[in-house]
């Protein structure tokens, strides 16, 4: 009924042995996760920053943007962390660079 007092003494020596392999397997669908982690999640999205900060370099005067906001216009002014956007005839409007999403093709905005 009771577990011999023999049989509870050996079990520990007999662990000692495998102490190290047990540990590296037990850390190992840690680092699994984490290294699926870093491919279906943060590299995608670095290379999606990478790809927004070179648009965002690139603009120049008569590109046609839509931004964070839903608006459509025209790059009129260039600075160093704004834009002018026109988005009417005679209407400008000041925006950060960083609002930008996407870069149209010429001739969307009528």
């Known amino acids: ?5 023999a049989f509870a003494q050996t079990a520990p020596a007999a662990a000692a042995g495998g102490d190290m392999m047990s540990s590296l397997t037990s850390m190992l669908p840690l680092v699994l996760m984490f290294v699926v982690l870093y491919f279906v999640m943060i590299r995608p999205q670095m290379k999606k920053q990478k790809e927004h900060r070179a648009m965002i370099d690139a603009l120049a005067k008569g590109d046609e943007v839509a931004t964070a906001g ?10 160093e962390g704004t834009i ?4 009417a005839s005679g209407v400008e409007v000041q925006l950060q660079r960083s609002a930008v999403v996407q870069v149209l093709p010429k001739g969307t905005i009528k």
Do not use: A, D, H, Y
């Not at 009924?1 to 007092?5: E, G, P, R, T």
């Not at 002018?84 to 988005?87: A, I, L, R, T, Y």
């Open 84 to 87: 002018g956007v026109e988005v």
């Open 1 to 5: 009924m009771f577990i011999s007092s």
């Open 70 to 79: 839903g608006l459509l216009g025209k790059v009129t002014r260039l600075g």
